[in-house]
Each structure stands twice: as C-alpha cells, then as structure tokens.
C-alpha cells in the first residue's frame, strides 16, 4: 500500500502533502490563505532527507518557504508509527519562544499552522546541510559549538505559559523506547551484521551486562519523569542546520517539559562521537555553566554524562543509525565508552 493510501485511510478528510501533485497543493494552500490569488508555485522541491516528518522547499513568485507535514509514521522509518499531533507541539513550542529573540532567532519562524492538517509553513533558513558531516572529516568550529550551547542555555530558562501543551507523551514514549528500551533487547531486530559484520557479537556483550542495562533502565525511567525545564529533546548535528547567517536549530519535535540534563547529554555524545569534536566536550560543559550563570554541580554532570553514554550506544546498535565512518574495533571503543559513561561517569576527566 502507496505512503497516500496508508495515510488517507487513517485520516480520510486530512490533506496529503505531496510533491507530485502540484495542483492540489496549490488548491489547498489558496484554500488556507497562505497564498495569495496572484501567488503562483514556480518550484517544488524536497530539502534534503527528513527524518520525522515530510518536507517541501516552495518557491513561489514572491518567496520560499519550508511546508512540514506529521505524517502519523516515522518518514525515514514508516513502518515505526508516531503521532502526528507532534505538529502541535512543535508550533507549541516556537509561539513559546517568540518572547525570546535570541532564541528565536537561531530557528526558523513559524509563518503559519493547519492543524487539522498537522502542517507547518516555516521560513526557510536556505540551502545549508546539517552538521551530521562531523562524523567523517567536517569540522565544528568552536565559534558554532559557542552559539549552540547559548541556544541551550536561553533555551532552558524559558518559562511556558501553558505546561499541560509540552507533556509531549507519546514521543516522548517513542524517545524513550528507542534510546533506551530497543537497543538492549537481546532480540534486536535490527541486522547490525548488515551494518557492521561482527556488531551483533557486541551488542550482545553490552545486552548481557546487568550493571549496565540496569542503569541505562533507570536514566530511561528518570527521561520519562516530568520536568520544569522546556528542552529540545534532539539536539544532535541532524537538528543543527549550516546557514550563512551562522548555526541555527530546527526540529523541536520531541521538546517537553524535562530535565536539561538530557539536552547537554545528547549534545555530549554527539561531540565524542565525531571525528575531530571530543576535545570540545569541556569547552561545551564550561560554556553552559557561564552562560546559565551557574555552576553544574557533578551530580548532574554525571547525569550529563550518563545520557551520553545512552546516546553513543543506542547510535552504535539501535535503529536511528548515523552516517559513521567505523570501523568494527572503533565501535567496539565507543561501545566501551558509553559504559564507562554510564557505570562510572564520575571518573571521567570532563568533570
């Protein structure tokens, strides 16, 4: 069954976005008020591989803009299904910040909402990557780091007026089952020999250590508790985007009200596991803490650290896979790693 089957037999009376039909998504866009009667569609492109969600570049005869549709599936991964009301919360969270410019001015603006639809129009930040190329031979100025970190910093001192519309449960359930759930079952059905020939072998060293499945069970059951702390909740190198106008975040899907130690752990992890970026993992944690105007006390850089022990793992042998260029025995250290992390967080020289 086509993506346009699948999804009008769930949702018969809600608009399918689709590149192909360039007339229907004029209709609907006239229909809405989102374009004008003399604003006529000139191209209709995709940006680049969304992982969550579908996306379209339009341009029109007067600007370009990014169309964001929650389809209630994984896009990258359709058979994994996730809730499209993920849309809600995502335009939630940038009506959150406008009271924020230095926040709001490091993600794209939110120009306009359908929720019946599930859809956002976004400005577009232009044709930049992401920073996923850290992984192989890209590197990541500290200047960019910097910024990223203030985003961080502003981001987990903004006060939300209406709590009960970042609860987010059901991605955070989904977060959840694939950091800290999936990757740990001994009956993984993800084919890491397919990946990495000889991977399945250490998964199931680290899937057999107790010590360590029962902490990475505890930080999962300690993710899923309510917060006071508005995070990103994926604030790894796919989220930060290159721009001409410096680094800016996009996809705050997965933001609730947490602990800012996940958001610091997510960043951690994805600073150890890029080619030339370890050495920025200081830097990131004594920018936070200048930046937050106080210090990290080292119960929560363990837990910073914990996170990112989590995080490398479930990267290594989960399903969200990253363009790594590894070897078997690199991963084997980074798998190594992460239980260092997690089981002994206090003994690493960061703190």
């Known amino acids: 069954m086509s993506k346009r089957a699948r999804f009008l037999a769930k949702h018969p009376d809600r608009f399918f976005m689709d590149a192909d039909n360039r007339s229907e998504l004029l209709n609907y866009l006239r229909k809405l008020g989102w374009l004008s009667t003399k604003e006529v569609i000139l191209d209709v492109e995709t940006p680049g591989d969304g992982n969550m969600n579908y996306l379209l570049r339009l341009q029109t005869s007067v600007r370009t803009v990014i169309l964001k549709q929650a389809r209630p599936w994984v896009e990258k991964y359709d058979q994994i299904d996730a809730p499209s009301d993920r849309a809600l919360v995502e335009a939630a969270f940038y009506t959150a910040i406008k009271a924020y410019p230095a926040l709001e001015g490091q993600m794209p603006k939110l120009l306009a909402l359908d929720p019946s639809a599930r859809m956002l129009m976004l400005e577009d930040l232009g044709t930049g990557n992401d920073y996923t190329n850290i992984y192989q031979d890209a590197t990541l100025a500290e200047s960019d780091l910097i910024q990223m970190v203030q985003y961080l910093s502003a981001l987990h001192k903004v006060q939300v007026s209406r709590p009960s519309e970042f609860t987010n449960p059901v991605m955070r359930r989904l977060n959840h089952l694939h950091i800290f759930v ?90 150890f596991l890029g080619q030339d970026t370890q050495s920025l993992v200081g830097l990131a944690l004594d920018q936070y803490a200048e930046q937050s105007t106080r210090c990290l006390t080292t119960a929560q850089k363990c837990k910073i650290l914990q996170f990112a022990g989590v995080e490398i793992m479930r990267r290594i042998i989960g399903v969200a896979q990253l363009p790594l260029i590894c070897s078997l025995e690199q991963k084997r250290v980074f798998l190594a790693q992460s239980t260092e992390l997690v089981l002994s967080p206090s003994s690493l020289k960061q703190l």
Request: charged share 25%; hydrophobic share 35%; proline share 6%.
């Open 182 to 271: 999936l990757p740990l079952q001994r009956e993984n059905t993800n084919n890491l020999d397919a990946i990495t020939p000889g991977l399945e072998k250490e998964a199931l060293r680290v899937q057999q250590q107790r010590r360590y499945v029962d902490s990475v069970t505890s930080l999962g059951d300690f993710y899923l508790q309510d917060g006071k702390t508005l995070i990103h909740g994926d604030f790894f190198p796919g989220s930060w985007l290159r721009t001409s106008r410096g680094p800016k975040i996009i996809d705050p899907e997965f933001c609730f009200l947490g602990f800012s130690e996940f958001d610091l752990g997510i960043l951690i992890a994805h600073l």
